[in-house]
């Protein structure tokens, strides 16, 4: 049985902090690869915030090498790493992530070119 745990509200920043917020990906890493992790499932509550670009892609195959599952609400559940429409959808996720950082991205960068 999976257990969702989650610490509570961070009071210098006023943010919610999780039971899995590395600082570092190998520390991500080294947990996903050690036997007393203490989970077996992770749960992504907005994949286009959490995946940017090819993100998904990239990383998805580490959780199904570890046998840890993703969870996401739009596949109302575990993500199924054979089943080619929820990888087209959390692909499409990723683009409009990228899409957002450009749009947000791109009056600074008008703004450093002078223009």
């Given at each position: ?16 902090t ?7 990906p ?63 959808v959390?692909?499409?996720?990723g ?18 070119a002078?223009?």
């Amino acid at each position: 049985m999976s257990k969702a745990v989650v610490d509570g509200i961070d009071e210098a920043t006023g943010q919610l902090t999780h039971a899995f917020c590395e600082p570092r990906p190998i520390d991500a890493l080294e947990t996903f690869r050690s036997s007393k992790r203490g989970f077996d499932a992770v749960v992504i509550g907005e994949p286009q915030r959490a995946f940017h670009g090819n993100q998904f892609g990239l990383t998805f195959p580490v959780f199904v090498y570890y046998g840890i599952e993703l969870w996401l609400p739009e596949v109302d559940g575990a993500v199924d790493p054979g089943f080619d429409a929820q990888d087209l959808v959390m692909s499409l996720y990723g683009g409009m992530s990228k899409g957002k950082v450009s749009e947000a991205i791109a009056p600074a960068l008008l703004e450093v070119a002078g223009g």
